[in-house]
């Protein structure tokens, strides 16, 4: 109770950052469409559940299971499976919040890390992906507590700091095998490290605890060995990551294009008022050398900067374990920039905070009601809501499926095998004993033989079909997000195959 009665205030905001965080959160959901790795992991999930040999199936295609694996129980939760996806990852961005606070408490205080928590809440970088069924939020907040128990650790030796960092960066190992680079950044921590203080065999003992770590997070790991697909991890890898091999001749061709892509990225999803104080941060950090703030600064840069020069495929989500650190380092410039303008009163703070976070707000609450209209970089709104990897109407489409069964025998067939289609409607059909068969974008000749017995159905993406299509009736159509370069606009449509086809 003395606790609680000295940091009251502390605490009383803190828990308001944390219903303003859900408030951002947790309406609609299930509003934005869902994404084609959102459907098969939602769909790799089920399968796991219903069939315990497959517990590593996600193996199977170079991907760890853990995000899966915990999202299992909230199946019986929720009966939407998107929302319960969702749901996870606005648990996994939670987490999140809480280490950012604490990382910030412990290195710059109070203020800073009510800072940190409220930067974290509003950036329209992580409440759009803290809303996605996507593993890279469980992977944000084991990375952020990994970095935080580092912290910790070179601070306070202790063996069960080093055991719990161990489960942290074998947790983040399981959700996701570029986590993989927090091994390789702990030496940096070194930086925070007391030489002036040094005593007899310190330095020694902290690199036993970093082996103790690192011994528990590669056990960890090796649990996936069980699985029959193992190999798969290093063999898929190489689909999304140059060898340095690949790069002789031309060691700048693809980090040169990516630096582009940030400087797109950044200053609209993190927004100007949040990049400007991140900014401040950065320079102070570095004039004024906080050794422990700059472990912080170098834990997020080197993981974007290996990004940036060794990945085919370079997207915002990849980027997002980097993002946090990166804020509590705002918070810390923040702090700065309210002293060297003398705005200590509370007035004045308040004004601040609101030329802050109205930007971030108004993209938060056009994510929240209408996605359509959210400024996202040109790649994310492709993806996300006008190409064929965004899915539209699923669960009307498996509802409408549902009431035909009821008159007999419905078979559906998908323009697509693996991901959006067929996968974004599996999910809503888990027990239904609906037949669905994936194909090219045409209807496949197995779907003609369907039709004679059954009601035979065919789904696809609007614009990768052929622009005639013969023996069937448009029952359906839901339109994706109109393209702004005047591209065609597509969408999801239902046909019925006619029994004549």
């Given at each position: 109770m003395?606790?609680l009665?000295?940091y009251?205030?502390e605490i009383?905001?803190?828990?308001?950052t944390?219903?303003?965080?859900f408030?951002?959160?947790l309406?609609?959901?299930?509003l934005?469409?869902?994404?084609?790795?959102e459907?098969?992991?939602?769909?790799?999930a089920q399968?796991?559940?219903?069939?315990?040999?497959?517990?590593f199936?996600?193996?199977?295609?170079?991907k760890?299971p853990?995000?899966?694996?915990?999202?299992?129980?909230?199946?019986k939760?929720?009966?939407d499976p998107?929302?319960?996806?969702?749901?996870l990852?606005?648990?996994?961005?939670f987490?999140?919040?809480?280490?950012?606070f604490?990382?910030?408490?412990r290195?710059?205080?109070s203020?800073?890390?009510?800072?940190?928590?409220?930067?974290?809440?509003v950036?329209p970088y992580?409440?759009?992906f803290d809303?996605?069924?996507?593993?890279?939020?469980?992977?944000?907040?084991?990375?952020?507590?990994?970095?935080?128990?580092?912290?910790?650790?070179?601070?306070s030796?202790?063996?069960?700091?080093?055991m719990?960092?161990?489960?942290?960066?074998g947790?983040a190992?399981?959700?996701?095998?570029p986590?993989?680079?927090?091994?390789?950044?702990?030496?940096?921590?070194l930086?925070?490290?007391?030489?002036?203080?040094?005593k007899?065999?310190?330095?020694v003992k902290l690199?036993?605890l970093?082996i103790?770590?690192?011994?528990?997070?590669?056990?960890l790991?090796?649990i996936?060995?069980?699985?029959?697909?193992f190999t798969?991890l290093?063999v898929?890898?190489?689909?999304?990551?140059f060898?340095?091999t690949?790069l002789?001749?031309?060691p700048?061709d693809?980090f040169?294009?990516?630096?582009?892509?940030?400087?797109?990225?950044?200053?609209?999803l993190?927004?100007?008022?949040?990049?400007?104080?991140?900014?401040?941060g950065i320079?102070?950090?570095i004039?004024l050398?906080?050794?422990?703030?700059l472990?912080?600064?170098?834990?997020?840069?080197?993981p974007?900067?290996?990004?940036?020069?060794?990945?085919k495929t370079?997207?915002?989500?990849?980027?997002?374990?980097?993002?946090?650190?990166?804020?509590?380092?705002?918070?810390?410039?923040?702090?700065?920039?309210l002293?060297?303008?003398?705005?200590?009163?509370?007035?004045?703070v308040?004004?601040?905070?609101v030329?802050?976070?109205?930007?971030?707000?108004?993209?938060?609450?056009?994510?929240?009601t209408?996605?359509?209209?959210?400024?996202l970089?040109r790649?994310e709104?492709r993806?996300?809501?006008?190409?064929?990897t965004?899915g539209?109407?699923?669960?009307?489409?498996?509802?409408?499926l549902?009431?035909?069964?009821?008159?007999?025998?419905?078979?559906?067939?998908?323009?697509?095998?693996f991901?959006?289609?067929?996968?974004?409607?599996?999910?809503?059909?888990?027990?239904?004993?609906i037949?669905?068969?994936?194909?090219?974008?045409?209807?496949?000749?197995?779907?003609?033989?369907?039709?004679?017995?059954?009601?035979?159905?065919?789904?696809?993406?609007?614009n990768?079909?052929?622009?005639?299509?013969?023996?069937?009736?448009?029952i359906?159509?839901?339109?994706?997000?109109?393209p702004?370069?005047?591209k065609?606009?597509?969408?999801i449509?239902?046909?019925?195959v006619?029994?004549?086809?």
């Open positions: 003395e606790t009665v000295k009251r205030k009383a905001i803190f828990l308001l944390a219903v303003l965080y408030a951002l959160r309406p609609n959901l299930t934005q469409p869902i994404f084609a790795d459907a098969i992991y939602i769909r790799w399968v796991m559940r219903a069939e315990p040999t497959l517990r199936l996600p193996l199977s295609d170079g760890t853990l995000f899966m694996w915990a999202m299992i129980p909230l199946f939760i929720f009966d998107l929302y319960a996806g969702r749901f990852s606005v648990l996994s961005g987490g999140t919040l809480v280490g950012v604490l990382l910030g408490r290195i710059f205080g203020s800073v890390a009510l800072w940190s928590a409220l930067i974290y809440t950036t992580t409440v759009f809303r996605m069924a996507l593993v890279d939020s469980m992977l944000s907040a084991f990375t952020l507590w990994s970095l935080y128990l580092t912290v910790w650790l070179v601070q030796q202790r063996l069960d700091l080093a719990i960092l161990g489960y942290m960066l947790g190992l399981l959700t996701k095998t986590a993989m680079i927090n091994l390789l950044v702990l030496p940096v921590s930086l925070g490290f007391n030489f002036g203080k040094l007899k065999f310190n330095l690199l036993g970093w103790v770590a690192i011994v528990i997070a590669l056990g790991y090796n996936l060995r069980l699985g029959p697909s798969q290093s898929r890898n190489a689909d999304y990551i060898s340095p690949d002789i001749g031309r700048l693809p040169l294009p990516h630096v582009g892509d940030i400087a797109d990225w950044f200053p609209k993190l927004t100007w008022p949040i990049l400007l104080v991140m900014a401040v320079i102070y950090l004039t050398r906080h050794r422990v703030g472990t912080i600064l170098l834990w997020a840069i080197i974007l900067v290996l990004q940036m020069a060794f990945l370079f997207t915002t989500r990849y980027l997002l374990f980097s993002i946090p650190p990166l804020l509590v380092i705002g918070a810390y410039g923040l702090g700065k920039l002293q060297s303008l003398k705005i200590l009163s509370i007035p004045k308040l004004i601040l905070t030329l802050l976070l109205i930007s971030p707000l108004y993209f938060n609450y056009l994510l929240v209408n996605p359509e209209q959210a400024p970089p790649g709104r993806g996300y809501l006008e190409d064929w965004a539209y109407g699923f669960s009307q489409i498996a509802e409408f549902l009431e035909r069964k009821k008159e007999g025998m419905v078979v559906v067939g998908t323009e697509g095998y991901g959006t289609l067929p996968d974004g409607l599996q999910i809503y059909l888990d027990k239904a004993a037949p669905i068969i994936g194909g090219s974008a045409s209807v496949s000749a197995q779907l003609k033989e369907a039709d004679s017995a059954n009601q035979t159905f065919y789904i696809a993406n609007k990768r079909l052929p622009k005639h299509l013969d023996g069937v009736k448009l359906k159509e839901y339109p994706k997000a109109k702004l370069d005047g065609p606009q597509d969408a449509v239902v046909y019925k006619l029994p004549e086809f």
